[in-house]
C-alpha cells in the first residue's frame, strides 16, 4: 500500500521518530531502517521522516544521540569481549596459540544500489510535495494577512461611524429640548392671551356672562 499521509507532525509523531531512531543507533543499526521502520508506523515514506529528522527533531536530541553512540560501542566491545573469550576457550593446549583478530560489526549495514534509489525517488517525491504544500502554506498567509487588513479597515470605519452616531444622538436631544421649551413658551403664551370672563346681572337678578369688549 503506497504510502500517502503527508499531514502535520505531531508531538507523539517526533517522539516515535527520535525513539526509533536512538534505539537504531544503540543496537548499531542505520537511520535509514528507523527511517523505514517508523514509516511504515506512521504511513510516511522513509524519506519523509528522514527530512523529519534532519530538519526539525535531530538538534533537540544532541545528547541522545552521543550517548545512544556510546552505548553502540560498549554493546560492540562487549559483543567482542564475549566473542574473544568463547574462541579462548575452544584452543586446546596442544594447539599454538595464533593472534586472533575480532572484527567488530560494521558501523552501518550493508546499503545496496536499490536501497539508495529507493531513497532518493522517495526524497524527490517528498520534495516536490514539500514545495505544494509550502506554496499553499505561503498562498494562506497572503489570504490571512489581506483578510487582517479588511478587518483593521472595517473596524476604522465602524469606529469613525460610532462617533458620527453619537454626534448625531447628542444633536438630537438638543433639538428635543429646544423643541420642549418651545413649546412650553408656547403654551404660557397662549394662557397670557386668555381673558377672563365677564359676567352682568339681569333683570331677574340672575348673573349672565357676556364677551369683554362688546356694547351694553
Not at 107 to 128: A, K
Amino acid at each position: 500500500m503506497a504510502k500517502v499521509r503527508q499531514d502535520a507532525w505531531s508531538h507523539e509523531d517526533d517522539l516515535l521518530l527520535a525513539e526509533t531512531v536512538l534505539r537504531h543507533i544503540r543496537e548499531g543499526s542505520t537511520q535509514l531502517n528507523a527511517f523505514e521502520e517508523v514509516g511504515d508506523e506512521l504511513n510516511r515514506t522513509s524519506a519523509a521522516c528522514g527530512f523529519r529528522w534532519n530538519a526539525e527533531v535531530r538538534n533537540k536530541y544532541i545528547d541522545a544521540i552521543e550517548l545512544a553512540k556510546r552505548q553502540r560501542k560498549e554493546r560492540k566491545r562487549a559483543q567482542a569481549a564475549h566473542l574473544k573469550k568463547d574462541r579462548q576457550h575452544t584452543y586446546t593446549k596442544h594447539v599454538e596459540p595464533r593472534t586472533s583478530l575480532v572484527m567488530e560489526p560494521p558501523e552501518t549495514s550493508e546499503l545496496t544500489l536499490d536501497h539508495v534509489i529507493h531513497f532518493l525517488q522517495s526524497m524527490q517525491q517528498d520534495y516536490y510535495a514539500s514545495n505544494q504544500s509550502l506554496k499553499k502554506a505561503e498562498h494562506l498567509q497572503k489570504e490571512n494577512a489581506d483578510l487582517h487588513e479588511e478587518i483593521a479597515s472595517l473596524e476604522r470605519e465602524l469606529s469613525i461611524t460610532k462617533k458620527k452616531l453619537t454626534t448625531v444622538e447628542e444633536d438630537y436631544k438638543t433639538f428635543i429640548q429646544i423643541m420642549d421649551r418651545a413649546r412650553k413658551m408656547a403654551v404660557l403664551d397662549d394662557q397670557g392671551s386668555i381673558k377672563s370672563p365677564a359676567f352682568k346681572m339681569d333683570k331677574n337678578g340672575n348673573l349672565e356672562q357676556f364677551a369683554q369688549g362688546s356694547s351694553n
